[in-house]
């Protein structure tokens, strides 16, 4: 069966530090992965997506994320946290439909 | 562009009322899908739209919700009649129906059941 796991409820981390927040999937065959934050009553908001290529991802507001084959592991990162990335995260994973596999989700908290 | 809209945003009702939520994709989107939030469940897929068809409804709950979408424009999701179970936030989000193409979600509907 097709899943998706984010293995953290909650990461906290001081500003300025680095950030990961760790998704690990599973899926039969290739693999197309997406992050996903979420603000306080917003709806969700793509950051970036693996299809294919370089391992490392780059997206928005500085994220980046690397896709690792063998550990089936997406995680996503940041070489600098701000309080302004406090949120939820979601990593998504798609294979061979329209659909896509979200995580539970894992609520990043930056400290001043 | 003005993003995926949602109405309302939110919804309280009585136990066995009709719900009816609404939502506006982005103009040229072919793509449409409609998610429940619940802390419990996490993000579900209830259904999702190719070109105002439907093509999989296999996470709606039960007989009681029914989505529509008459035109590239408009979709609803009813749920008649509602029950406490049935609170949660509903998304609606719709995306270019190209392989690989993020998902635009707009902010919601929070309903409420009493």
């Known amino acids: 069966a097709q899943s998706v796991a984010q293995p953290e409820d909650q990461v906290n981390v001081a500003e300025g530090n680095p950030l990961t927040v760790k998704c690990t999937y599973s899926?039969?065959?290739?693999?197309?992965l997406f992050w996903y934050v979420q603000y306080p009553n917003r709806g969700l908001q793509f950051l970036l997506k693996?299809?294919?290529?370089?391992?490392l991802v780059k997206g928005s507001y500085g994220f980046e994320a690397e896709f690792n084959k063998s550990q089936t592991s997406f995680h996503l990162k940041k070489p600098s946290a701000l309080v302004s990335d406090s949120a939820l995260y979601f990593c998504?994973?798609?294979?061979?439909?329209?659909?896509?596999?979200f995580g539970t989700g894992t609520r990043l908290q930056v400290f001043p | 562009d003005a993003g995926v809209i949602q109405s309302p945003r939110h919804e309280v009702t009585e136990m066995g009322q009709e719900v009816t939520l609404r939502c506006k994709p982005i103009?040229?989107?072919?793509?449409l899908f409609w998610y429940r939030q619940t802390m419990m469940r996490g993000l579900e897929l209830l259904i999702y739209f190719n070109n105002n068809v439907p093509i999989d409804d296999s996470g709606m709950p039960e007989d009681r919700f029914s989505a529509k979408m008459p035109n590239a424009s408009f979709s609803t999701l009813k749920i008649q009649p509602s029950e406490p179970r049935d609170s949660a936030v509903y998304f609606c989000?719709?995306?270019?129906?190209?392989?690989?193409?993020?998902?635009?979600f707009g902010n919601g509907t929070r309903l409420t059941v009493t």
């Open positions: 989000a719709s995306s270019l129906n190209v392989p690989y193409s993020p998902l635009h």
């Open positions: 998504a994973v798609g294979y061979n439909t329209d659909k896509l596999i």
């Open positions: 693996y299809i294919t290529g370089d391992n």
């Open positions: 103009s040229g989107h072919n793509s």
């Open positions: 899926v039969s065959g290739n693999p197309y």
